[in-house]
């Protein structure tokens, strides 16, 4: 099942590809993360976002996505989004199931389970320390990683949970 707006991954990638070729510029030097750094990169992209001290939020394909620094010196990015639906504690065989093939087989993202007043919710992170600071390439690919790998683990979260 194809969800409304899907196509996104597509594009970026798209975009990513053609951005920088054929010129010949001087390496960018690695600056600071800051928030505004991260909302700019989501407002290139046209994406729908909203900014709170210390963290911006927006939905993609349905699934709620965080961007947060994190650290002492706010030199970690992570992009933490959590599935759009939730389970009753009785599918955890099910849920665990799909959440440790994703782990085993994948390095991004870091998947995980939550389980609160007998609902299960299900977490992916993709986190990477820039302590010396990023390029902007490295925050768009960050970005993309985090998006990308994220939306399609949930994609197949939703296609296992609905087979058993």
Avoid at 108 to 118: C, G, I, Q
Avoid at 151 to 159: K, M, Q, R
Wanted: hydrophobic content about 35%; proline content about 5%.
């Amino acid at each position: 099942m194809t969800r409304p707006g899907a196509g996104w991954v597509t594009r970026v990638r798209r975009a990513a590809r053609g951005r920088g070729a054929g010129r010949a510029e001087p390496p960018e030097r690695p600056t600071p993360l800051t928030t505004e750094r991260v909302a700019a990169e989501l407002a290139r992209r046209g994406y729908h976002f909203r900014t709170s001290p210390g963290q911006i939020t927006g939905t993609w394909d349905g699934h709620r996505v965080w961007f947060r620094l994190l650290g002492d010196e706010n030199e970690i990015l992570q992009v933490r989004g959590r599935w759009g639906d939730d389970l009753p504690a009785e599918r955890r065989t099910v849920l665990l199931r799909a959440v440790n093939d994703w782990n085993r087989d994948r390095r991004w993202p870091r998947a995980h389970v939550e389980e609160s007043d007998d609902r299960l919710t299900v977490w992916a992170e993709v986190s990477v320390d820039y302590e010396q600071g990023a390029t902007s390439l490295q925050l768009e690919q960050t970005v993309t990683c985090g998006l990308a790998s994220s939306i399609a683990f949930f994609e197949s979260v939703d296609g296992l949970v609905a087979l058993g």
